[in-house]
């Protein structure tokens, strides 16, 4: 592998600290580590830290989705209304 991609790969990894994940930079990165992990390019010792840096984002995402969920509960039971029914 050349020293680019290498390089490309560990700053794509590296690239923001945990305090400024949102979820839809997460989903991005995320897609962006499957797709380079998948060309199968990167050194092991890379794919292990795209690896590592996929758990992570991961967790953000459904840390994300579960706050989202809870607060759709709140509104719902605020608001008293019924569950989603399907258009009739």
Do not use: W
């Amino acid at each position: 592998m050349s020293k680019t991609k290498n390089a490309t790969a560990k700053s794509t990894i590296e690239q923001q600290p945990s305090h400024e994940f949102s979820y839809e930079n997460s989903i991005a990165e995320l897609e962006t580590i499957v797709s380079q992990m998948e060309t199968g390019q990167l050194a092991l010792a890379d794919s292990l830290n795209a690896y590592q840096r996929g758990t992570i984002l991961l967790q953000v995402c459904q840390q994300a989705l579960s706050a989202v969920e809870q607060q759709v509960r709140v509104l719902t039971d605020t608001n008293k209304l019924e569950a989603l029914k399907p258009y009739e």
